[in-house]
């Protein structure tokens, strides 16, 4: 039998949509001098981060995107936030039987500037201290809310296009994606017809 909504069979798992690229931080050394130097370079560069030329989704997914658990649930969704959910799940349960361990680091960039990062439950957090004078000069903070709600990251690539006709559900499908994003701040959901 063939739905008429969606020309799809009953069961049939609808394709994921496209988001935007999971940051690979696994080579974190590499991975956090790269960004901590576009952040010296732009100071816009903390507020709307990208890695590789593009906004990144950082996470509990992002780490766990080599897990064949999580890989294969992020392409059976229309979305990725029954992944990020069971991602995050996961990697408690790694955690709490000790197969995994937090990520945390800190380091010389040069004579004047350090850095710090940890891979917490939001996402990567890197902060960036550069001296002037023995004073702090410049500090950055790269936060894993500018990472998931980039004007052009996970949350736009996830809901644009998004035909609206029963304003209710369309809320409830907003709500979800940003929880599963994990704002660090209260949010809420306007719609303003124009």
């Known amino acids: 039998m063939i739905s008429k909504a969606d020309g799809k069979s009953p069961g049939t798992p609808a394709a994921a949509k496209p988001g935007a690229p999971l940051l690979d931080s696994r080579d ?54 029954p992944a990020r959910f069971v991602a995050r799940l996961r990697e408690l349960a790694l955690l709490l039987a000790g197969r995994a361990h937090g990520l945390a680091g800190a380091q010389a960039i040069d004579d004047c500037t350090g850095m710090a990062w940890v891979e917490n439950a939001r996402g990567l957090l890197i902060h960036v201290v550069k001296l002037d004078q023995g004073r702090i000069g410049s500090y950055r903070l790269i936060a894993p809310t500018e990472w998931n709600f980039h004007p052009d990251g996970s949350l736009a690539m996830a809901l644009s296009g998004t035909h609206v006709e029963d304003a209710q559900a369309v809320r409830s499908r907003v709500i979800r994606h940003v929880a599963s994003l994990d704002p660090c701040v209260a949010s809420s959901v306007e719609f303003d017809d124009a």
């Open 28 to 81: 974190h050394a590499t991975t956090i001098v790269a960004l901590a130097s576009a952040c010296d370079a732009d100071p816009e560069f903390a507020r709307r981060p990208t890695w590789r030329g593009a906004p990144a989704e950082t996470g509990a997914l992002a780490r766990l995107q080599a897990d064949p658990l999580i890989a294969e649930l992020a392409t059976r969704s229309a979305s990725r936030v």
